[in-house]
């Protein structure tokens, strides 16, 4: 499904077409856009949008120097056409922009190649025919070079029969658009200034772009959740009478099933396991499910497909299925009841509707527990098929509270290497990860995927006797057993008189500080992950704790724990941690707070165990 992912294509495609630039380093870019109005006409017919026209008018200029700027429009030659990119002495470039993590979409840039010289300026012109209105979705001003002057208009016909929806995000404080009477025509007008363009350097570990760029969503083509729910619900098959392949099926998956729940569960691990996910969003199939019975004969589907066969089989056997739009989390700024456009969703589940319970089934996850729901579909607003009507609810919230990874296991040195037993268990969405890993290990690599996870990259540490306890898969947790050694743990000094050893008691923590001290855009972690650990370290034969590391309280605005060292008898030391992460991103600002809170955690975890080779050893 679609969203303002032509943002990103941009940015991205730039980097294939746009010389190097190469001279001078300057505050100041060279290249600006002077001034970019994109003027918005819908075209109306017996009070409904049939077509909308968008026009985009640039003037650029280079400050310093002779360049090559690249323009960029995004189409599909479906749903959206480019019928003019011009600019004096350019020839426009059309070239596909099909993304690696999707199957098909068709999505295809049009980029003209503008010509400036220095202390001049140059004009370029862009048409774009929203040839099925409701793919028009406002504006989001990303460009590759800084704007200095936005400037936004919709012209609203006051033949229209509803009122347009109009929803401002992210703008500048105190700037909104303006709403001006224009004879036949309402005017809906946006000035925005000095917009820089999007750093890719910060665009790690950061929110989906609408989620914090300023943008504009317009929506002329639906009402509202009912108009917008009619559109929808003609796109899928009916499956009130599943096809004859699809109802056998589903009947095989069940036998000797009794129980409306076991059903369900049944069928939806079928399909998550036998149905393969391809992404396909090109135009109206970006919206349009393929039929169930495709679905099972060609075994593969993106998420609307495997919703769909899911919803029929559960037909089939009796149970009330259906079909869910949803916008994942952090994918859209708006939800379908402010906006009530195609671009608050971006995704399709299946739901089967119970007397006293609904239960949401997503099939694009290759291993899922009963019940499970994925991060992002958690707490997100939903529609679900009923019939002509529709249900508008969402799905509860997540429960993070159990994502936790428990570290275990008893350490000794041997030779100076740092070696022993431990157990990993791996619980709430950690354990969903680590079956998928292992569920899609390519044949062969299952053994290197389990010693990743043991050793997580730690450099010299080897992991063996690797053992996967999961005897109940609809469970809760996945455990690891191995027996490791770890060689650059442990560190002599002063001829052997003192030993230094790092247990390393928060090893699994992975988040790192930012090289950077501050940045101008917001950052998200995703998913909570917490972390429990007891370890048991063997006093090494002939020397005596000089000191344990103080208990370290981990207090900030992300991490909540602490880590503890104790003696409890003459020969070992434990150590205990704990991990919560109570937030999981932040403002540009908040930075250099986030990179200190990081450093705490990784600070306590290496702080190492000191020993003193003991009175009688000497």
Same mark, same amino acid.
């Given at each position: 499904?679609?969203?303002?992912?032509?943002?990103?294509?941009?940015?991205?495609?730039?980097?294939?077409?746009?010389?190097?630039?190469?001279?001078?380093?300057?505050?100041?870019?060279?290249?600006?856009?002077?001034?970019?109005?994109? %003027?918005?006409?819908?075209?109306?017919?017996?009070?409904?949008?049939?077509?909308?026209?968008?026009?985009?008018?640039?003037?650029?200029?280079?400050?310093?120097?002779?360049?090559?700027?690249?323009?960029?429009?995004?189409?599909?030659?479906?749903?959206?056409?480019?019928?003019?990119?011009?600019?004096?002495?350019?020839?426009?470039?059309?070239?596909?922009?099909?993304?690696?993590?999707?199957?098909?979409?068709?999505?295809?840039?049009?980029?003209?190649?503008?010509?400036?010289?220095?202390?001049?300026?140059?004009?370029?012109?862009?048409?774009?025919?929203?040839?099925?209105?409701?793919?028009?979705?406002?504006? &989001?001003?990303?460009?590759?070079?800084?704007?200095?002057?936005?400037?936004?208009?919709? +012209?609203?016909?006051?033949?229209?029969? +509803?009122?347009?929806?109009?929803?401002?995000?992210?703008?500048?404080?105190?700037?909104?658009?303006?709403?001006?009477?224009?004879?036949?025509?309402?005017?809906?007008?946006?000035?925005?200034?000095?917009?820089?363009?999007?750093?890719?350097?910060?665009?790690?570990?950061?929110?989906?772009?609408?989620?914090?760029?300023?943008?504009?969503?317009?929506?002329?083509?639906?009402?509202?959740?009912?108009?917008?729910?009619?559109?929808?619900?003609?796109?899928?098959?009916?499956?009130?009478?599943?096809?004859?392949?699809?109802?056998?099926?589903?009947?095989? /998956?069940?036998?000797?099933?009794?129980?409306?729940?076991?059903?369900? %569960?049944?069928?939806?691990?079928?399909?998550?396991?036998?149905?393969?996910?391809?992404?396909?969003?090109?135009?109206?199939?970006?919206?349009?499910?393929?039929? $169930?019975?495709?679905?099972?004969?060609?075994?593969?589907?993106?998420?609307?497909? @495997?919703?769909?066969?899911?919803?029929?089989?559960?037909?089939?056997?009796? /149970?009330?299925?259906?079909?869910?739009?949803?916008?994942?989390?952090? &994918?859209?700024?708006?939800?379908?009841?402010?906006?009530? !456009?195609?671009?608050?969703?971006?995704?399709?589940?299946?739901?089967?509707?119970?007397? %006293?319970?609904?239960?949401?089934?997503?099939?694009?996850?290759?291993?899922?527990?009963?019940?499970?729901?994925?991060?992002?579909?958690?707490?997100?607003?939903?529609?679900?098929?009923?019939?002509? &009507?529709?249900?508008?609810?969402?799905?509860?919230? $997540?429960?993070? *509270?159990?994502?936790?990874?428990?570290?275990? =296991?008893? #350490?000794?040195?041997?030779?100076?290497?740092?070696?022993?037993?431990?157990?990993?268990?791996?619980? =709430?969405?950690?354990?969903?990860?680590?079956?998928?890993?292992?569920?899609? !290990?390519?044949?062969?690599?299952?053994? &290197?995927?389990?010693?990743?996870?043991?050793?997580? *990259?730690?450099?010299?540490?080897?992991?063996?006797?690797?053992?996967?306890?999961?005897?109940?898969?609809?469970?809760?947790?996945?455990?690891?057993?191995?027996?490791?050694?770890?060689?650059?743990?442990?560190?002599?000094?002063?001829?052997?008189?003192?030993?230094?050893?790092?247990? #390393?008691?928060?090893?699994?923590?992975?988040?790192?500080?930012?090289?950077?001290?501050?940045?101008?855009?917001?950052?998200?972690?995703?998913?909570?992950?917490?972390?429990?650990?007891? #370890?048991?370290?063997?006093?090494?034969?002939?020397?005596?704790?000089?000191?344990?590391?103080?208990?370290?309280?981990?207090?900030?605005?992300?991490?909540?724990?602490?880590?503890?060292?104790?003696?409890?008898?003459? @020969?070992?030391?434990?150590?205990?941690?704990?991990?919560?992460?109570?937030?999981?991103?932040?403002? =540009?600002?908040?930075?250099?707070?986030?990179?200190?809170?990081?450093?705490?955690?990784?600070?306590?975890?290496?702080?190492?165990?000191?020993?003193?080779?003991?009175?009688?050893?000497?």
């Amino acid at each position: 499904m679609k969203i303002r992912r032509f943002i990103l294509l941009i940015i991205m495609a730039l980097a294939l077409v746009m010389p190097m630039n190469c001279g001078a380093v300057s505050d100041q870019p060279n290249v600006v856009i002077d001034e970019l109005t994109v %003027d918005v006409r819908p075209e109306v017919k017996n009070g409904k949008v049939t077509r909308i026209k968008e026009i985009s008018n640039y003037t650029l200029s280079a400050n310093r120097s002779d360049e090559r700027a690249v323009l960029m429009e995004y189409y599909d030659n479906d749903a959206i056409t480019i019928d003019k990119a011009s600019s004096p002495g350019a020839k426009p470039m059309y070239v596909s922009a099909e993304r690696p993590s999707i199957f098909y979409s068709g999505s295809r840039i049009c980029a003209l190649p503008v010509q400036l010289k220095a202390g001049k300026t140059s004009k370029a012109t862009f048409e774009r025919n929203y040839v099925k209105p409701e793919f028009f979705h406002g504006t &989001s001003p990303a460009e590759p070079y800084t704007i200095k002057s936005f400037v936004f208009t919709v +012209h609203i016909p006051k033949s229209l029969a +509803h009122e347009p929806i109009i929803k401002e995000h992210n703008l500048p404080a105190g700037v909104t658009g303006t709403m001006t009477e224009n004879g036949d025509e309402r005017l809906y007008t946006l000035i925005l200034e000095n917009i820089p363009t999007p750093d890719s350097r910060e665009l790690s570990e950061a929110p989906s772009l609408a989620m914090w760029w300023p943008s504009v969503d317009v929506n002329l083509s639906f009402a509202g959740v009912d108009e917008l729910y009619a559109y929808l619900s003609a796109l899928p098959e009916d499956i009130s009478s599943p096809a004859e392949a699809v109802a056998a099926q589903a009947a095989e /998956i069940t036998a000797g099933l009794e129980d409306p729940q076991s059903k369900i %569960d049944a069928i939806a691990a079928w399909v998550r396991q036998n149905i393969r996910y391809v992404a396909i969003e090109h135009g109206e199939w970006g919206h349009r499910p393929d039929a $169930a019975a495709e679905v099972l004969r060609k075994r593969y589907a993106d998420c609307k497909g @495997s919703a769909n066969l899911i919803a029929a089989m559960l037909r089939a056997v009796g /149970i009330d299925g259906r079909r869910v739009w949803i916008g994942t989390r952090n &994918s859209t700024p708006a939800s379908w009841s402010e906006l009530a !456009a195609l671009s608050c969703g971006n995704h399709m589940i299946a739901a089967a509707v119970m007397p %006293d319970t609904t239960i949401f089934l997503d099939g694009t996850v290759k291993f899922a527990p009963n019940g499970y729901v994925p991060y992002d579909d958690a707490g997100q607003e939903v529609i679900i098929e009923d019939g002509a &009507s529709y249900i508008l609810t969402r799905i509860p919230e $997540a429960d993070t *509270d159990g994502n936790v990874l428990n570290y275990s =296991g008893s #350490l000794r040195v041997e030779a100076d290497i740092l070696k022993g037993s431990i157990t990993l268990g791996y619980c =709430g969405y950690n354990h969903v990860g680590v079956q998928n890993l292992l569920a899609q !290990a390519a044949a062969g690599r299952t053994a &290197s995927v389990l010693n990743r996870l043991v050793c997580f *990259d730690r450099k010299g540490m080897t992991a063996s006797d690797i053992e996967v306890l999961c005897d109940n898969p609809n469970g809760d947790c996945t455990q690891l057993t191995a027996t490791i050694t770890d060689p650059h743990a442990v560190r002599r000094a002063d001829g052997g008189a003192k030993l230094y050893v790092s247990v #390393l008691p928060l090893r699994f923590f992975d988040m790192s500080p930012f090289a950077a001290k501050s940045r101008s855009i917001p950052f998200d972690m995703g998913t909570p992950h917490h972390f429990s650990t007891e #370890l048991t370290f063997a006093i090494p034969e002939g020397y005596e704790p000089e000191a344990l590391p103080k208990t370290i309280a981990l207090e900030s605005a992300w991490f909540s724990g602490e880590v503890e060292y104790t003696r409890p008898d003459e @020969s070992t030391v434990k150590c205990r941690a704990t991990l919560r992460m109570t937030a999981t991103g932040g403002n =540009g600002s908040d930075l250099e707070q986030w990179n200190r809170a990081v450093r705490e955690v990784n600070k306590a975890s290496n702080a190492p165990l000191i020993f003193t080779r003991s009175a009688q050893a000497q």
